[in-house]
């Protein structure tokens, strides 16, 4: 069974741009969920979605917005790139009920110049 | 504020020992995860657990909700256990605070 998949693997983008990462869950799974993580900050929750509709969101800007389509793909889009916003941007998918693991995909590593 | 609180940052073992990390969180959960994080990014989820003990392998995980703390064990440890673990602590679906992360190196 194939695992999450996550595109571009490695990324550079310029201050003021904006940028699109897309995430395959496992087959059957519904939840999709984004991490950043950074050196300074650690692991941070961005949001999660189920069946196409947002169910929780971390403390982030409005830069950072997502979505769900009908086949459970997601994508994340960060808009107006800072210097900051480089991280290893991580989805994860699971079946979305309590009890369920987590599968985590191999990231997306985006650096901002 | 930190919501979870994990220690040691650092530990480095001989091959053999047996290993602990500690994990203390401070808001209510629905449920703890034990993850495991090689060089490169990739994060595999060791343990979900919201009660009691559970068991894999040479890995052992415990939470004890009541004073909303778990341990990881890792018994005969091996340089492959050689990652970082860290905690997460579940508000409801996949929205997680994290710890900071334990970086275990394992010698030969």
């Known amino acids: 069974k194939a695992g999450v998949t996550q595109t571009p693997r490695y990324l550079i983008k310029t201050r003021g741009q904006q940028v699109t990462l897309s995430c395959s869950p496992i087959s059957g799974h519904r939840s999709v969920s984004w991490y950043q993580q950074t050196p300074g900050q650690g692991l941070q929750f961005l949001f999660e979605y189920f069946s196409e509709t947002q169910r929780n969101k971390g403390n982030f800007p409005g830069r950072f917005s997502g979505r769900q389509f009908s086949n459970s793909r997601s994508e994340m889009n960060v808009s107006t790139l800072e210097l900051g916003d480089s991280a290893l941007y991580l989805c994860?998918?699971?079946?979305?009920?309590?009890?369920?693991?987590?599968?985590f995909g191999e990231g997306s590593w985006l650096t901002v110049v | 504020k930190n919501e979870v609180e994990q220690s040691p940052q650092n530990l480095t073992a001989q091959e053999g020992e047996f290993i602990t990390i500690n994990c203390s969180y401070s808001?209510?959960?629905?449920?703890l995860h034990w993850l495991q994080q090689h060089p490169g990014g990739g994060i595999v989820s060791l343990f979900m657990l919201s009660s009691g003990k559970k068991k894999h392998g040479r890995l052992i995980a415990t939470i004890n909700i009541q004073e909303k703390h778990s341990s990881l064990h890792i018994t005969a440890s091996h340089p492959r256990d050689s990652a970082v673990y860290i905690c997460?602590?579940?508000?409801?679906?996949?929205?997680?605070?994290f710890g900071t992360g334990t970086s275990l190196t394992v010698i030969p």
């Open positions: 808001v209510g959960i629905s449920a």
């Open positions: 994860a998918s699971s079946h979305g009920t309590a009890g369920n693991t987590i599968y």
């Open positions: 997460a602590v579940s508000l409801g679906g996949n929205q997680f605070y």
